[in-house]
Every structure is written in C-alpha cells, then in structure tokens.
C-alpha cells in the first residue's frame, strides 16, 4: 500500500511513500478528462492548415498510396543477405540468420566507425540503453567512454538535411527495417565468432545488397506476383481518391518507383482507369533529386511504357512521364505555395524541399502511428506514465531536503523512476523505445517530423475521417515557461 505521512524535518519524515502504488491513488492523481484515449486514425497538424484552401493533391506511391504487408521486410532481408554471401563472398553461416520483426525501429542512426545503431533525441543525445552493436546492447559506460565522456553527438557528426553524414547514416524509410536488421545480423555473426571486419566496407556492402534488391526489380516481381498478400487497404485509397476528384481538386503522382509496377498496383487499388484520376504521373523520379537538381528534363512514357523522345513543352492530363525536375514541373503546371499539399512517407526524400524551399504544404504517412496510440491508449501505459510523472515532481520539490534519510529517499525514487521509464519504453520496442520519444525528450525522428510536415497521420484513408474543407488546428503545446505545474502534465509524453 502508498500512504503519506507530511510533517517538519526531514523529507523522509515529511513524505514518505512506499514504492508500490495502488491503483487508487494513480487514478486520484489523474485530472478528468486528461487521458481521453487518442484516435488512431486521426490526423494530427502541427501547423495550421484549411484543407479548403488546397487545390492540388500530390501523393508518393510507396509506403503512401500503397500501403504494404510486413512480410515484405522478411523477403527484402532474405534476398540480401543471399547476395551477401553468393555475390560478396560473405560467410555462408549468416544463412543461419532470418529477420527479426519488431528489432528495430525507424529513425535510428547507424555510426559506421563504432558500428553502433542507436536512439538519438532532438538535442543529438544518445539514448542510454538503445544503443546496440550487432544485436547485443552496448552498456551506458561504454557508449559514454566511446563519445569522449558524454552522451552527446556533436553536430559536425550528425546526419546532414538528408539524414547522411560523414559517419553517422539516419534510417528514415520504412524499407529500411530490413536494412538494420540485416546489418546487426552480420556484426553479431562476426563478433560472435571472432572475426575482423572493416566497418566501412561492411556498411557499404549491406547497403548495397538492399539496393540491388530495389534497382534489380527483385521486390517488384514478389509484389507483383502477389498484390492481394502484399498491398494493405487499397478500397480506401479509391475512396480518398475519388472523393477528392468529385470535390474538383487535381491530382497528381510523382514515384522514384517505375511505371510497369506503379501501374499494377494502382489497377488492383483504384482500378483499370486509375489514370483518369490524376492530372499527371511521374515515375523514376530520383528524389530527392527531382526536388534539387534542374538537369533532368521530362520525358514521356506510351501506354505500353516505351520511352518518347519528343521536347516536353507541357504535362498533359493522363499521360505518364519519367525522370524531370521539380523547377520544370513548376513552370510547365503554375502549381505553387500553399495552395499543394503532397502526402510522403519519408520526411527528407518526399517532403523536406517541398516545404523548407518551394512552401508546398507538406502530409507525413507514418504507419507507425496506429501501433503507438493503440499502446499509449492502454492502462498499463496510462498508469506508467503517472506515476512517473509523479516522481518526477517529487524529486524536483524534494532535492533541497540533503541529510541523510532525506538523500536515501531521493536515491529509490530516483532509482524507481528509471525502473518505470524503462519499463513504459518496452510497451513501444524493448530494444529502441518509441520511434516519437526518448524517455522525455522528443527523438531526433519526432524534431523532422515537426519541422517537415504540416500534418501526419497513419495512412492516406484517414483523409476520409474529415470533411475536404476542414481545417486543422494544432493544440497550443506549453512551452516550459509556460507550463503549469507538473500535477497538470500527466499524460502528455511517451517513452
């Protein structure tokens, strides 16, 4: 049982608690109404934005039209990790190795000179406990000592615009998971059995195994093979599309993915005449190129997808185009500012130019999102987190209290608050956490979020949970000097 006895002297004697605390008094501590549970189909603004002022609708094909099945990570990371062997001559006990789903999360950066894949918040901390070589954790000691004594990364090392960095790599995209699996595979098999490796020739070598697997046109022939097994909810991506077009808004597609591919999906989602739905269609567009560099001019496609080599002096409605740059795109539609709103998965690749550059609005799919409110939505997590809330005040109003009995007081909440921010980490991912919080901070992922997207949501269907003139409205988030005090703050982070 928790009970309290406040009086003079000492904290232990003005306030002593046991460690275990009753659900009673975690449910007196939450506010009415704090914990309404959250809509895992909502969206969610982040900058204010009236959907009856967008006239154009732009969308990324995949991971955003075309929503795909997890067994796709298990093909990708089996595909290369026999590339590795056969091609790269790598060590045939690795076939002992298959995917772990639910390893790693998206987000994460990879230092290719430490071989450490880690969880980094938006102050470029390190977060104690997710920081893993191979598929082992790294103890705390040990990542401090290999950062100079500290948890922080300096900003010189950090991931460029583009989430690459001169020995820091970010891994934003969904197919990725597969990537970093794979890579913490071949580290543990090497460690495991005492092998030296080049840590930047292994880097290179897995990334480049996983790029064969999309450029060869491998990952294209199983989904192709199998679209009802592989792409999730395309009743819905009609119903987003159609409504949109009855509502007099323009569409539009631009894909790094190729034409022959796109074209069945979207046959399977949206049906045979997909294409009179969009204004104009881009596939192989190399983004982010297609954002930055003016060189590519467009070129257009048939029907049967063979190349035309006739000048582009406009982008005609039904007809599909490769390669092109943005700055052409721009000039041939007049389609400027804020009056488009392009939905992407990735946050550099899709959407960072997009907004930082060419003042696009800016939609972020992150499938994640579902998986996260529905934990967030639980009692265990609800009470975790007032309860460590809790603590928290206690320890930031208790620290003047320093004779002895007070200082071991101090000592088990503090060693209690760590226990229950560990365990609310594990509800998300036992080795990683949320992709949106480390611990209290937000992560480096949630910071390029916030600034790269107007919006984010689960899934491009949540568009049909709202009205085609509704305006979003970001809530107003206190900032520190701002906030009430911390009885008031249960229920607003993660882990």
């Given at each position: 049982?928790m009970?309290?006895?406040?009086?003079?002297?000492?904290?232990g004697?003005?306030?002593?608690?046991?460690?275990?605390?009753?659900?009673?008094?975690l449910?007196?501590?939450l506010?009415?109404?704090v914990?309404?549970l959250?809509?895992?189909?909502?969206?969610?603004a982040?900058n204010e934005?009236?959907?009856?002022?967008?006239e154009?609708y732009g969308?990324?094909y995949?991971y955003t039209?075309?929503?795909?099945?997890?067994?796709?990570h298990?093909?990708i990371f089996?595909t290369a990790?026999?590339?590795l062997i056969?091609?790269f001559?790598?060590?045939e006990?690795?076939?002992?190795?298959?995917?772990i789903?639910?390893?790693?999360?998206?987000?994460?950066?990879?230092?290719?000179?430490?071989s450490?894949?880690?969880k980094i918040?938006a102050?470029h901390?390190v977060?104690?406990?997710?920081?893993?070589r191979?598929?082992?954790?790294?103890?705390d000691?040990?990542?401090?000592?290999?950062?100079?004594?500290?948890q922080?990364?300096?900003?010189?090392?950090?991931?460029?615009?583009?989430g690459?960095?001169p020995?820091l790599?970010q891994?934003?995209?969904?197919?990725s998971?597969?990537?970093?699996?794979?890579?913490?595979?071949v580290?543990?098999y090497f460690?495991t059995h005492?092998?030296?490796?080049?840590?930047?020739?292994?880097?290179?070598?897995?990334?480049?195994?996983?790029?064969?697997?999309?450029?060869?046109?491998?990952?294209?022939?199983w989904?192709e093979?199998?679209?009802e097994?592989?792409?999730?909810?395309?009743?819905e991506?009609?119903?987003?599309?159609?409504?949109?077009?009855?509502h007099?808004?323009?569409?539009?597609?631009?894909t790094n993915?190729?034409?022959?591919f796109?074209?069945?999906g979207?046959?399977?989602?949206?049906?045979k005449n997909?294409?009179?739905l969009?204004?104009?269609?881009?596939?192989?567009?190399?983004k982010p190129?297609?954002f930055?560099?003016?060189?590519?001019p467009f070129?257009?496609l048939?029907?049967?997808?063979s190349?035309?080599?006739?000048?582009?002096?406009?982008?005609?409605?039904?007809?599909?185009y490769k390669?092109?740059?943005?700055f052409?795109?721009?000039?041939?539609?007049?389609?400027?500012?804020?009056?488009v709103?392009?939905f992407?998965?990735h946050l550099?690749?899709?959407?960072?130019d997009?907004?930082l550059?060419?003042?696009?609005?800016?939609?972020?799919?992150?499938p994640?999102?579902?998986?996260?409110?529905?934990?967030i939505n639980?009692?265990?997590?609800?009470?975790s987190?007032?309860?460590?809330?809790?603590l928290t005040g206690?320890l930031?109003?208790?620290q003047?209290?320093?004779?002895a009995?007070s200082?071991?007081?101090?000592?088990?909440?503090?060693?209690?608050?760590?226990?229950?921010r560990s365990l609310t980490k594990n509800l998300?991912?036992?080795?990683?956490?949320?992709i949106f919080?480390?611990?209290?901070n937000p992560?480096?992922f949630?910071?390029?979020?916030?600034?790269?997207?107007?919006?984010y949501?689960a899934?491009?269907s949540?568009?049909?949970n709202?009205?085609?003139?509704?305006?979003?409205?970001?809530?107003?988030?206190?900032?520190?000097?701002?906030?009430?005090?911390?009885?008031d703050q249960l229920?607003?982070?993660?882990?």
């Open positions: 049982a009970g309290s006895s406040c009086g003079a002297g000492s904290l004697r003005i306030c002593s608690f046991s460690l275990t605390s009753p659900l009673s008094l449910l007196d501590l506010p009415p109404g914990c309404n959250l809509n895992p189909a909502a969206i969610y982040n934005i009236s959907l009856g002022d967008v154009i969308f990324d995949d039209l075309a929503q795909y099945s997890n067994l796709l298990s093909m089996n990790r026999d590339i056969e091609q001559k790598y060590p006990g690795l076939g002992k190795y298959d995917y789903p639910g390893f790693a999360i998206r987000g994460l950066h990879y230092d290719v000179q430490k450490l894949l880690m918040d102050f901390y977060q104690l406990g997710t920081a893993y191979g598929l082992k954790p790294v103890p000691e040990e990542v401090i000592e290999l950062y100079g004594g500290t922080h990364i300096p900003l010189y090392q950090m991931s460029d615009f583009y690459k960095g020995s790599k891994f934003m995209d969904i197919f998971l597969p990537e970093m699996t794979l890579l913490s595979s580290i543990d460690i005492g092998i030296e490796f080049d840590q930047v020739h292994l880097y290179k070598d897995i990334s480049d195994a996983i790029r064969d697997v999309h450029v060869k046109g491998v990952m294209y022939k989904i093979k199998d679209l097994q592989y792409i999730l909810h395309g009743d991506i009609y119903a987003v599309l159609n409504r949109l077009v009855n007099k808004k323009k569409l539009f597609l631009i993915s190729p034409f022959s796109v074209d069945k979207m046959k399977h989602m949206v049906g997909w294409r009179d969009f204004d104009m269609v881009i596939v192989q567009a190399d190129n297609f930055t560099d003016r060189r590519k070129r257009k048939d029907d049967k997808g190349l035309q080599w006739d000048k582009i002096n406009q982008l005609e409605k039904g007809k599909i390669e092109g740059n943005l052409d795109f721009l000039r041939l539609t007049g389609w400027r500012g804020s009056k709103l392009y992407g998965d550099y690749s899709d959407l960072a997009l907004m550059r060419h003042g696009w609005r800016t939609g972020a799919i992150v994640e999102l579902e998986t996260e409110i529905r934990i639980t009692e265990q997590y609800m009470h987190l007032t309860w460590q809330q809790a206690l930031e109003r208790m003047m209290y320093q004779d009995e200082k071991q007081v101090l000592l088990e909440w503090m060693k209690e608050r760590q226990e229950i998300f991912n036992p080795q990683f956490g949320s919080r480390t611990f209290h992560t480096y949630s910071r390029r979020l916030v600034r790269f997207s107007d919006i949501m899934s491009i949540c568009l049909l709202y009205d085609v003139n509704f305006t979003f409205y970001p809530r107003r988030t206190p900032l520190q000097h701002e906030a009430p005090l911390w009885m229920c607003t982070a993660q882990c």
